[in-house]
């Protein structure tokens, strides 16, 4: 048989406000762990801050900003971002593909993703020049194949040279 004893006045109020005092610090570390995130891709855009100002006016493509979210993202262009890994020290730059999600680099060192970020940008850029040369070259030749075979007088023959 369980004994009860006597509770005194108020007491349900003092652990019902103990609860809650360790309920907001519990909360509060969650609020520090998301400030720290948030904080650390701050530093890695001050580091590609160079980069940002560099990309061409016309790439629209890329982001290169954080935008807020669960978890918050460093996001390059649509598919590709810079999150914080599980211990929210190590940088994750990550590509979301049809296969699934591929991490591209991972460090804990700002400078590495940085220069990671960069190297993709890079990347990206001259990708992007060379499907419009692409593009320019392939309705050169359907259009030079068109007018040859309306019967149009063949030009003479220009050497063309293409460097890829």
């Known amino acids: 048989m369980v004994e ?5 006045a108020g007491e349900l109020k003092r652990v ?12 509060d570390v969650v609020i520090d762990l998301r400030e720290a995130e ?3 891709l701050e530093l890695l855009a001050e580091a590609l801050e160079g980069v940002s100002q560099d990309l061409p006016q016309d790439h629209e493509q890329l982001l290169l900003g954080i935008l807020p979210g669960q978890p918050p ?10 999150v914080m890994g599980r211990d929210k020290r190590q940088y ?7 296969l699934g999600r591929t991490i591209l680099a991972e460090s804990g060192d700002v400078e590495a993703i940085a220069d990671a970020v960069t190297r993709y940008v890079a990347e990206r850029i001259v990708e992007r020049e060379q499907a419009i040369e692409s593009d320019w070259l392939s ?11 309306a019967g149009a007088p063949r030009a003479p023959a220009k050497s063309m040279l ?3």
Request: net charge positive; hydrophobic share 40%.
């Open 4 to 8: 009860s004893r006597p509770r005194r």
């Open 16 to 27: 019902i406000r103990t609860v809650r005092i360790a309920q907001s610090e519990r909360n």
């Open 38 to 40: 948030q904080a650390r």
């Open 73 to 82: 993202r460093f996001w390059v262009d649509a598919t590709s971002f810079v």
């Open 92 to 98: 994750q730059f990550a590509k979301d593909t049809r």
């Open 139 to 149: 309705k050169a030749i359907r259009s030079r194949r068109g007018a040859l075979a």
């Open 162 to 164: 293409v460097i890829w």
